[in-house]
């Protein structure tokens, strides 16, 4: 053999070993959650729902001829827009992950969305990012979320108020884009059932000391007072100036209230009290709560199932594109969620992959009974569930 024949068959071989490095290089998933922060104690267990999904798909040795697939943390504070921006292009630029599960609150994922997604060209899917301001947003097709729009929340809070006969109510909320969104959206929906809201007043987290708004809303009074706060910062401390001042005795709790903190801190002091938290009782909730036994976490969690079906529809999208490049595979999300394709739940991830490496068709159904709808979010269900005995209890599903 000559010299050039060498030189030739050598730059093959190495470009065959480079080619083969690449193909099983490891896909990353950012876990882009509120570690810190207001909602610390619901993100935890939302983390290990995502990561749960992760698992399982790297473990089939399916996705993209074996890749694996691992998970790369990012903390969005949930609250601390800069922090979260940080976090974000850390996780892009630095870490160079492929898709980010998360931001887990709405301030935050705007930003991200404006100053990350957008400008880097990445696909995000929040699964708790619930502001109504979401659903029409500049996100040039990368953004998607698994949690319904605070704008059925709110109509969902005015329907069990009005079924439980409950006439008047004072409205508090955490003063940011969550808090105000939620907020509107309550009221809007409550008085056109023809409810009062006799006060709303905004609250600060991070205080020390909530007697000022308590006075507000408590000199209007009201039969509940409507906490649209996060369980870890103000909600809570609004709740305990309530309690101590006698105020207020029962309290209706939005998603961002509802988590087993709460009730561990004030036990049986908040029977009665309400709460309201995207939930279903489909069949994939039962699957994913036997899925996650023995693993540290709930798998019926508040958001656990949308954050385990946020990285399954990033995974199973890069499986039918074929691709893990964000401006390919944004374009299968839709398609992997919905119908038509065989149903999809948890557990099921390697048949998914399989049917998809076959040329066939999935219709996602997860553990949240996922459809999604224009502009990419879920048409969403919810739970709504009361206190007894320092417990939550599920009263039925919306």
Same mark, same amino acid.
């Given at each position: 053999m000559g010299k050039l024949s060498t030189l030739l068959l050598s730059a093959a071989l190495s470009t065959a070993i480079i080619g083969g490095a690449a193909a099983q290089e490891q896909v990353k998933i950012g876990m882009l959650q509120g570690f810190t922060g207001p909602t610390e104690s619901l993100v935890k267990p939302m983390a290990m729902g995502g990561e749960l999904a992760i698992k399982e798909v790297s473990d089939s040795g399916l996705l993209l001829g074996g890749r694996e697939v691992v998970s790369v943390r990012g903390d969005s504070t949930c609250i601390d827009a800069a922090a979260a921006t940080a976090a974000a292009n850390r996780l892009v630029t630095s870490d160079g992950v492929h898709g980010i599960n998360g931001a887990t609150c709405s301030g935050a994922t705007t930003a991200i969305l404006n100053n990350v997604v957008r400008a880097n060209g990445i696909v995000m899917i929040s699964p708790s990012a619930t502001s109504p301001a979401l659903s029409s947003i500049e996100d040039d097709g990368y953004f998607f979320r698994t949690a319904p729009s605070d704008a059925r929340q709110g109509q969902i809070i005015a329907d069990v108020l009005d079924r439980r006969g409950i006439?008047?109510?004072?409205?508090?909320?955490?003063?940011?884009?969550?808090?105000?969104?939620?907020?509107?959206?309550?009221?809007?929906?409550?008085?056109?059932? %023809?409810?009062?809201?006799?006060?709303?007043?905004?609250?600060?987290?991070?205080?020390? /000391?909530?007697?000022?708004?308590?006075?507000?809303?408590?000199?209007?009074?009201?039969?509940?007072?409507?906490?649209?706060?996060?369980?870890?910062?103000?909600?809570?401390?609004?709740?305990?100036?309530?309690?101590?001042?006698?105020?207020?005795?029962?309290?209706?709790?939005?998603?961002?209230?509802?988590?087993?903190?709460?009730?561990?801190?004030?036990?049986?002091?908040?029977?009665?009290s309400i709460g309201t938290?995207? %939930?279903?009782?489909?069949?994939?909730?039962?699957?994913?709560?036997?899925?996650?036994?023995?693993?540290?976490?709930?798998?019926?969690?508040?958001?656990?199932?949308?954050?385990?079906?946020?990285?399954?529809?990033?995974?199973?999208?890069?499986?039918?594109?074929?691709?893990?490049?964000?401006?390919?595979?944004? /374009?299968?999300?839709?398609?992997?969620?919905?119908?038509?394709?065989?149903?999809?739940?948890?557990?099921?991830?390697?048949?998914?992959?399989?049917?998809?490496? /076959?040329?066939?068709?999935?219709?996602?159904?997860?553990g949240t009974a996922l459809e999604l709808i224009e502009p990419g979010e879920s048409a969403g269900s919810f739970r709504e569930t009361e206190i007894k005995g320092g417990k939550w209890e599920t009263e039925m599903y919306h």
């Open positions: 006439k008047s109510a004072a409205l508090t909320y955490t003063n940011n884009d969550y808090g105000k969104g939620l907020a509107d959206a309550i009221q809007a929906a409550y008085e056109a059932k %023809g409810g009062k809201i006799t006060a709303v007043a905004a609250h600060e987290d991070g205080k020390a /000391d909530y007697s000022a708004e308590i006075g507000t809303l408590a000199s209007a009074g009201g039969e509940v007072l409507i906490v649209a706060g996060y369980l870890d910062q103000g909600g809570k401390g609004i709740i305990q100036a309530s309690l101590d001042t006698g105020a207020f005795e029962k309290f209706v709790l939005p998603d961002g209230m509802v988590g087993e903190a709460l009730t561990d801190n004030f036990g049986d002091a908040l029977d009665g938290n995207p %939930g279903t009782d489909s069949p994939g909730a039962g699957m994913l709560a036997d899925l996650a036994s023995g693993k540290g976490f709930k798998g019926d969690d508040p958001y656990v199932p949308e954050a385990y079906d946020s990285s399954a529809l990033l995974l199973l999208a890069m499986q039918s594109a074929g691709s893990t490049d964000s401006a390919v595979y944004k /374009d299968h999300i839709l398609k992997v969620a919905n119908a038509p394709g065989e149903k999809i739940y948890p557990g099921e991830l390697a048949k998914a992959l399989q049917i998809l490496a /076959d040329g066939g068709d999935i219709d996602y159904v997860g």
